[in-house]
Structures are given as structure tokens and as C-alpha cells.
């Protein structure tokens, strides 16, 4: 693990449901129907959706119009709904297209606005990521949430990733400047294969996360403040090969966006 710079960490003990900072309290699934397409189950009116399809750095992109009901948009490769128990769930092989910026491929939701443009708020104010979700697979090392940086600035790093590791670590990294550098924070242990729950909240200069209950809280560094952020969920593979049959499996019973 990388040593801790830049960014204060505190825990706390939080107990599901427990009213704290606003926003942070565990992720709840509602029923979901096996035979929908994903956009029947959850709220895709403002996501739009990254394939590990395309050409040589253009990745296909589907847009909230064709991912929302009725129009109900689905891939068996990539983007499905379980046929068992309605989850949405995503697939990245780890060899597959990628953005110029990446090495690894992904199929992964990007926040969009209700009027169809890209999502792109500013660190004041209180913005939540909830989601219930499990990975059956994964080779090395997914990430299945992110706070990217928009606009404001040239770069184009995460402010934040929730990763997820086969052998159920869960562990959170935290930008430490715009330029970049990593650091990494284990913030939970979950079977591989078994359900649990994150809540990212980014509030002011904080941010928030709730893993299963728990909440750990991180200080952003001043050098982000000239930038807007926006979420992304679902699998963003962390290893690459040959392989279009190795990858990352995740899968949402719940994904919710709140912003105040």
C-alpha cells in the first residue's frame, strides 16, 4: 500500500440507516424484474454508458436516450440485466477498447444531467453515489466507483476510485493533485462474490465514504478547487492481456445519484 500524503483520514463507526452527514446512510435495493432491460430497473436518465467496443480510442458511448425506458438499451457481451435476480450487470475483458488516457478497458456508467448534458458540479454543495452491489469476478482489481475531475483544468484524472481486489479487499484512491499520484487506503473486506454496499459523498472539501456501515472521511487538497467533478459506476477493469475472456463481472441491485 502507498503511504498516506496529502489527505487526512478519520474513521468513524456508523451503523446502517444512521442519520449523520447528509446523504451517508446504507445502500437499499428495491425489487428489480428479471425479464427488463437495466433502464426498466434503475433510474439511466442520466447516465450514459462506456463499452470496451469501438474503435482504437473511441470506445462506443450510449447515450441516456437509448439506455432509459421504453427504449430499455442492453448488450449480452457488456451491459445486461441477470436473468436470475435482475441485477445490472456490467463485464470489461481485459483486452478491449480504451480511452486515450487508459490502458484498461471498461464497461462503466459516466453521470450525465437530465437535460442530456455531461454532469459537471462543483466540489460546494453535497453530492452522493449509493450503490448495492457485488463482483462474482474480477482478475486483479476493478474499480466500481469514481468522482472524475471535469472541467476547470487540463487534467483528466479521478479525484477518487473505490476498487474492489479478488481476494475481497476494498481499498480507496485518492488523487493527490490534478498532476496526479495515488494513494491508497483499505477501507473494507468483502467475500468475493457476496453483496455489500459504498455511499461516496463529497461535500465542501470532504470526502465521505461509507463501506457497509463504515465511514471514513478524507480531506481534499486545495489544488482541486478549480475543478467540477462528476460520478461513474459500474466496471472499470484494472488489468489488461490478450484475454477477451478474463475481466471484472460487477453487479447493481441499487445505484442512486443525489445532489444538494
Given at each position: 500500500m502507498k503511504r498516506r500524503s496529502l489527505l487526512a483520514l478519520t474513521t468513524t463507526a456508523a451503523v446502517a440507516g444512521t442519520l449523520g452527514v447528509a446523504g451517508i446512510t446504507s445502500a437499499s435495493a428495491a425489487a428489480l424484474d428479471?425479464?427488463?432491460?437495466?433502464?426498466?430497473?434503475?433510474?439511466?436518465?442520466?447516465?450514459?454508458?462506456?463499452?470496451?467496443?469501438?474503435?482504437?480510442?473511441s470506445p462506443e458511448t450510449i447515450p441516456p436516450s437509448r439506455l432509459k425506458c421504453p427504449n430499455g438499451y442492453s448488450n449480452p457481451a457488456y451491459f445486461w440485466t441477470d436473468s436470475n435476480d435482475g441485477s445490472m450487470t456490467f463485464w470489461a475483458p481485459e483486452k478491449g477498447v480504451t480511452t486515450p488516457n487508459s490502458n484498461y478497458a471498461r464497461s462503466e456508467l459516466r453521470e450525465m444531467n437530465a437535460n442530456g448534458?455531461?454532469?459537471?458540479?462543483?466540489?460546494?454543495?453535497n453530492h452522493t453515489l449509493s450503490?448495492?452491489?457485488?463482483?462474482?469476478?474480477?482478475?486483479?482489481?476493478?474499480?466500481?466507483?469514481?468522482?472524475?475531475?471535469?472541467?476547470?483544468?487540463?487534467?483528466?484524472?479521478?479525484?477518487?476510485?473505490?476498487?474492489?481486489?479478488?481476494?475481497?479487499e476494498i481499498f480507496l484512491g485518492t488523487e493527490n493533485s490534478p498532476a496526479g499520484g495515488q494513494t491508497l487506503h483499505k477501507v473494507g473486506d468483502v467475500?468475493?462474490?457476496?453483496?455489500?454496499?459504498?455511499?461516496?459523498?463529497?461535500?465542501?472539501?470532504?470526502?465521505?465514504?461509507?463501506?457497509?456501515?463504515?465511514?471514513?472521511?478524507?480531506?481534499?487538497?486545495?489544488?482541486?478547487?478549480?475543478?467540477?467533478?462528476?460520478?461513474?459506476?459500474?466496471?472499470?477493469?484494472?488489468?489488461?492481456?490478450?484475454?477477451?475472456?478474463?475481466?471484472?463481472?460487477?453487479?447493481?441491485?441499487?445505484?442512486?445519484?443525489?445532489?444538494?
Open positions: 428479471p425479464a427488463l432491460p437495466p433502464g426498466g430497473n434503475f433510474n439511466l436518465s442520466i447516465w450514459s454508458l462506456q463499452l470496451p467496443i469501438g474503435s482504437p480510442g448534458s455531461a454532469a459537471d458540479w462543483p466540489l460546494a454543495g450503490a448495492d452491489l457485488r463482483i462474482p469476478s474480477v482478475t486483479k482489481n476493478v474499480a466500481v466507483g469514481q468522482v472524475h475531475l471535469g472541467s476547470g483544468g487540463p487534467s483528466t484524472k479521478p479525484l477518487l476510485e473505490l476498487y474492489y481486489r479478488p481476494n475481497g467475500p468475493l462474490g457476496q453483496r455489500w454496499t459504498y455511499v461516496i459523498n463529497v461535500t465542501g472539501n470532504k470526502i465521505n465514504l461509507t463501506i457497509n456501515g463504515t465511514r471514513t472521511t478524507y480531506t481534499i487538497p486545495s489544488s482541486f478547487n478549480p475543478y467540477k467533478q462528476y460520478f461513474k459506476a459500474g466496471s472499470y477493469n484494472q488489468s489488461s492481456s490478450d484475454s477477451t475472456t478474463r475481466g471484472a463481472k460487477v453487479k447493481f441491485y441499487s445505484l442512486t445519484v443525489t445532489h444538494n
